[in-house]
Structure formats: C-alpha cells, structure tokens
C-alpha cells in the first residue's frame, strides 16, 4: 500500500536501507566509545582547573562556555553535539537530498522517478519525506545509544535533555537537507547541490563560532543554523524548542522554492 501511494518514497527506503544501517551502528559505536572514555576521563585531576583558566573567547570559539565539561552532560555535549554529530547527520542528510532529484537528472534515470503517477510536486515532497525520515531515524539512534549509555557510564545525563538535543540535531538536519534537496530540484544538479549547501554549512558554522569573538559579528549567530541546534548545551540545559521551529520554517521555505522552480523548468532528460 505506502508502496502505491507513495512510490518515490518506498524506492528511496529500499535504495538507502542498507547504508542506514550502516550509519546506525557507525553512530551507535561512535557514541558508546566517547561514553566509555568518561569513567577515565571523570577521575582526571583538574579538569575543571584546566577549562576556568581557559579564556573566555576560546571557551565561546569551543562552544563550551554553557556547560562544565567535567560533568558527564557537558563531557558528551563537547565531544558529541558541538562538531562530530552535527557533521556526521549533516554528511548524511545533504547527501540524501542532493542525491534524491539533483543527482536522478545527472545520472539520466529523473525519468525513471517521473514515469509513476505523481506530479514533479509529490515526488520532491516524497524525497523530502525520506530526508526527514533519516534524520530522525539518526535522532533516535542517538536518543536510545544514550539512554544505555548514561547508566553504564554514570553520565546522569537527563532523558527529556537527550532528546531535545538529538531533536536539535534532527531539524538541523532536515533544514539543510531539504535546502540540498531544493537546490538539485532547481538546478538539476546534484554537485551544485552539495557544494553550496555544504558552504553555506560551513559558512554560518564559523559566523556563529566567532560571534562570540568578534564585535561586528556579534548578531551573525541569528543567520547560523548551528545556533538554533545546539544553542545553550540542551544536553545539559534542555532545548529551546522555539529554535526548532525555526529550522523547520527555513527548510519548508527552501521547499516551496524548489517545487516552483522544480514545477517550472525543463528537465535535462
């Protein structure tokens, strides 16, 4: 039946099942190692005396200026959500979104998607779909690695903080999925696609870390879509749910951009 319905969708599941499960364990071992590591790290003497003499502006450049590292929330905060996790699900979904109509019209095989039943609409929302569902599947794998792993590790680290944090990452994802996603559909370009969606990931990702050190750019962490994912340590404080919807608003708009240029435009194949 969702394989009727819903045929883009259901070939996508079948077409990346494999490698998200590869993803899921490479995620699931990742985080189980930097929690194994706390035990150890945990009895390191002056550990708090090293980051409190850290200057301010390296501590905001670190993004460890909202959470005590000695602690088992602000350890994994540091090592998990201020880089890796944020890089590992952005690598995933941008590569999907790039993939999904962008990379179909490179390759020759656009008509393939376009010979089901379906307007060039449903089939960029059903990619869209398959982007969202990886991210979430990332964010659940995240969400349950965590929950065996606090009480393994004595992190004490809160359940509602673990997954706000993983949901911080999963709208982080889907934005700048669906912005790969809607550059390919407009384009027709997968590589286009990867590039400046992948600048501009990193673009705002170094405005938002020197906001914190630089007068004039002090307001540019507003533009950058790691704040609105990670902002506050909501590991360790909770998530501001608000910037979720932010995340969520920024990739609807690159959407509706997308189907009008996708509607629009005539296809290479």
Excluded: C
Excluded at 21 to 42: C, E, H, K, Q
């Amino acid at each position: 039946m969702i394989a009727q319905r819903f045929p883009v969708f259901a070939q996508g599941v079948r077409d990346r099942r494999k490698s998200l499960v590869w993803w899921s364990v490479g995620v699931t071992v990742y985080i189980g190692v930097i929690a194994a590591m706390w035990p150890s790290i945990r009895g390191a003497a002056g550990l708090s005396d090293i980051m409190s003499q850290l200057p301010q502006p390296i501590l905001d450049l670190m993004g460890a200026s909202d959470y005590d590292i000695s602690t088992g929330a602000g350890y994994v905060s540091g090592e998990l959500f201020g880089f890796m996790i944020p890089i590992f699900i952005l690598i995933l979904t941008i590569g999907a979104g790039a993939a999904a109509i962008g990379g179909a019209e490179e390759r020759g095989t656009l008509d393939l998607l376009l010979s089901h039943p379906i307007s060039r609409r449903q089939v960029l929302l059903q990619s869209a779909a398959l982007v969202a569902v990886e991210a979430l599947l990332f964010g659940v794998v995240i969400v349950v690695t965590l929950a065996i792993a606090t009480p393994l590790a004595d992190l004490q680290i809160a359940f509602v903080h673990s997954v706000g944090a993983a949901f911080g990452i999963v709208f982080l994802g889907v934005a700048l999925g669906w912005i790969a996603l809607a550059v390919g559909a407009a384009t027709g370009s997968r590589s286009l696609a990867l590039a400046s969606t992948g600048s501009l990931a990193a673009v705002t990702y170094l405005l938002g870390s020197l906001s914190g050190l630089v007068d004039f750019l002090h307001n540019a962490k507003w533009i950058s879509p790691f704040f609105y994912a990670n902002d506050g340590a909501p590991l360790v404080h909770g998530y501001t749910w608000w910037h979720g919807l932010v995340l969520a608003g920024v990739g609807v708009m690159a959407l509706v951009i997308g189907i009008i240029r996708f509607d629009r435009r005539n296809l290479s194949n």
